[in-house]
């Protein structure tokens, strides 16, 4: 294929969203810690961060609400319950311990990918791939030996954010006959509003001018539109590289809190942090090795009579 070719400049244009959504999801560090300052309940931001998202997606899943009907109904309510666990818990840890530390035990994320395919969808990683995935577990284990002074329970929520984020990854893969538009609208809003009642019981509604403005910085910005770059760039780029250049956020996501509210990541989370990126890495790797085995594999005859 030519290098100015429609479709390879596409590509190219793909990896450059990717890039970009990158960045704007590594903002969630800081506007959280920005939030959390003005006293605005973990709880709270991130209702509101679903409701926004949710509302801005329902016009654009609207026409395609019969996708639905492909799947038996545990699953997108499943959908649900995993994303809001995913989020709220993210947001949550984020006010409990340095960000460094929450998004780094999100990407923990693909231990529970490893445990819950061969239950959910019949898929059985490779022992290999445990390996790797033993490599995250004791950059794990560094991170909670390291802070022995920080909240632990901050830690604790940290991890159930991955284990929202690596079952909803897998019940994303089972939703795949139902338009994508349709399930980020119907987790974004179906999470604001699975959230409205513990904001009645620990939060609060209420914000002011310059808080709202953080907040509508925090779901359009850092949350809706690096989300529908995501869903168009995955139509020209691969699974496994989207994978490895998102990676990027664990990157920046510290560097943004560090400039933005001068938080300096734990010296624990700069030793298992990098454990875990190399697990992960590990993973992707053998996963993207076996897609191209399988892809170059040569095809087997069709059957005789």
Known sequence: ????????????????????????????????KLLNREDVPG????????L????VFLPLAFGRRNTLRKVAPVWPVAGVLTFTLMTASFVIA????????????????????????????????ART???????????????FAGNPDTNPAGLLVALASGFGYGTLTVLLRRLRPVSPAVVAALNAFGSGLLLIV????????????????????????????PYLMFSWAL??????????ILLLETV????????????????????????????????????WGRSRAADTAPARPPDTP
Not at 8 to 30: H, V
Not at 94 to 120: C, D, E, G, K, R
Not at 129 to 141: D, S, Y
């Open 198 to 225: 513990p904001v009645l019981v620990w939060g609060s509604f209420a914000l002011t001018a310059h808080q709202w403005q953080l907040m509508l910085l925090l779901a359009l910005v850092q949350f809706t539109l």
């Open 94 to 125: 984020n006010t409990m311990t340095a960000a460094a530390n929450a998004i780094i035990l999100q990407y923990t994320s693909p231990v529970w990918v490893f445990l819950l395919s061969p239950l959910i969808l019949k898929e059985r990683p």
């Open 129 to 143: 791939e445990g390996a790797a995935l033993l490599v995250c577990m004791a950059g794990v284990g560094v991170i």
């Open 235 to 244: 139509q020209y780029v691969e699974a496994h590289r989207a994978a490895l």
């Open 1 to 32: 294929m030519a290098p100015d070719s429609p479709s390879q400049r596409r590509r190219w244009l793909g990896l450059l969203t990717l890039l970009a959504c990158a960045a704007l999801w590594s903002l969630n560090g800081p506007l959280i």
């Open 252 to 287: 920046l996501n510290p560097i943004w809190t560090y400039f933005f509210v001068g938080e300096i990541p734990p010296a624990a989370t700069l030793l298992g942090g990098p454990l875990i990126l190399a697990g992960v890495l590990l993973s992707l790797a053998i996963a």
């Open 43 to 50: 709880i709270t931001t991130a209702c509101y961060r679903s």
């Open 52 to 55: 926004i998202g949710g509302l």
